[in-house]
């Protein structure tokens, strides 16, 4: 079993950044594959970023492209991701998400774990 518990959220312009973080409880959360999943109301559940196990491959949705990074400090057992130049369009529900295989997937059915969410606004 692993817990998650994303952090970070809260209410910013639109340009402005944030950076929301995933912990881990598990120790061997370093071999699992990681992504980053966003819920906007009255929408469905949407990729944003995910991670390989290493974080030798990651890839993003093209709607945050060159604007969002993920990175993972495994000895923390965390996930970060760094949300720059937000759009009012970014709002949304964040959750962070654990795939025991490794991968990291834009799939969310890949995920086994999901943590509780944090709400991302940003105003225009």
Not at 4 to 28: F, P
Request: glycine share 12%.
């Amino acid at each position: 079993q692993v817990q998650l518990v994303e952090s970070g959220g809260g209410l910013v312009q639109a340009g402005g950044s944030l950076r929301l973080s995933c912990a881990a409880s598990r120790r061997t959360f370093s071999g699992y594959g990681v992504g980053w999943f966003r819920q906007a109301p009255g929408k469905e559940r949407e990729f944003v970023a995910a991670s390989n196990w290493s974080g030798g491959s990651t890839q993003y949705a093209d709607s945050v492209k060159g604007r969002f990074t993920l990175s993972r400090d495994n000895a923390k057992n965390t996930v970060y991701l760094q949300m720059n130049s937000l759009k009012p369009e970014d709002t949304a529900i964040y959750y962070c998400a654990a795939d025991p295989r490794g991968y990291g997937s834009s799939w969310y059915r890949y995920y086994d774990y999901w943590g509780q969410g944090t709400q991302v606004t940003v105003s225009s």
